[in-house]
């Protein structure tokens, strides 16, 4: 087993994600949510983070299980499903790390998680891995960022959440590039009438693809077919400009 340590999606960082994203998209949701009525198995969801399409899967009757890395994400996740009465099976690992017993019909990742995995070898492995993972003509579905959707660099940018509470959180971020890997270094405030009372330092990477550089490295992991989706409609090839790709991968 590969030893790793989180550095990223600490408290702050959870709670944003949690007051910014209460729920799934529904474009992303009813698109994923198509692949999971057609699978003839137990679904995974790598790096699910709060649970936002998890337990809304869940609910509904899917058999639908998850891990991610973060225990502050999976803490909320927790939260959320003893409010709703869900008892989901969901664990803490990284992709690299995962070893079930489970073959699943169908492994989904939204919202471009899949780029947190930055380091080739890793990428190769944790592939490798998830194809394993797979029952036969099992599919791996995720999002991959293109150099589309790089945001400006060098540029100091803020960002603020009100809490319930009244406190307000706050997000100082800059973004670099270095390959095809974009870096985006976050100071996250928690401040409490006018005195910053918690501080949180993230190193948040995310590694950008060309689409036929992914292609390549899929088939070189094991898929027989690869198709390149409009994010979210399936019905649609992507154009040049799209800023995210979905892949569809058949093992």
């Given at each position: 087993m590969i030893q790793q340590k989180l550095d990223t999606y600490l408290d702050l960082c959870t709670q944003v994600y949690e007051i910014s994203h209460p729920t799934p998209e529904a474009d992303a949701y009813a698109f994923y949510r198509s692949y999971v009525m057609n699978a003839k198995g137990p679904v995974l969801e790598p790096m699910c983070g709060t649970g936002r399409f998890l337990?809304?899967?869940?609910?509904?009757g899917f058999e639908v299980q998850g891990f991610d890395a973060s225990e502050h994400m999976l803490e909320a996740l927790h939260a959320k499903a003893k409010l709703q009465g869900l008892n989901p099976t969901v664990w803490k690992s990284f992709v690299e790390n995962l070893d079930r017993p489970d073959r699943y019909?169908?492994?989904?990742?939204?919202?471009?998680s899949f780029g947190l995995i930055t380091d080739p070898a890793a990428i190769k492995t944790s592939l490798k891995i998830l194809y394993e993972h797979l029952a036969q003509d099992g599919i791996l579905l995720f999002e991959g960022e293109t150099l589309k959707s790089m945001p400006q660099l060098g540029v100091w940018r803020g960002s603020n959440w009100l809490r319930a509470d009244g406190k307000m959180i706050m997000l100082s971020s800059c973004a670099t590039l270095e390959g095809k890997v974009c870096t985006s270094i976050g100071k996250y405030e928690l401040v409490d009438h006018n005195s910053i009372i918690q501080t949180e330092i993230e190193i948040y990477k995310i590694r950008l693809y060309e689409p036929a550089e992914l292609t390549t490295?899929?088939?070189?992991?094991g898929?027989?077919?690869v198709k390149l989706i409009k994010a979210?409609?399936?019905n649609m090839d992507p154009e040049d400009n799209d800023e995210v790709i979905i892949f569809e991968c058949r093992k």
């Open positions: 337990l809304p899967l869940f609910a509904e019909s169908l492994i989904f990742i939204p919202t471009g490295i899929l088939k070189d992991a898929f027989n077919e979210f409609n399936r």
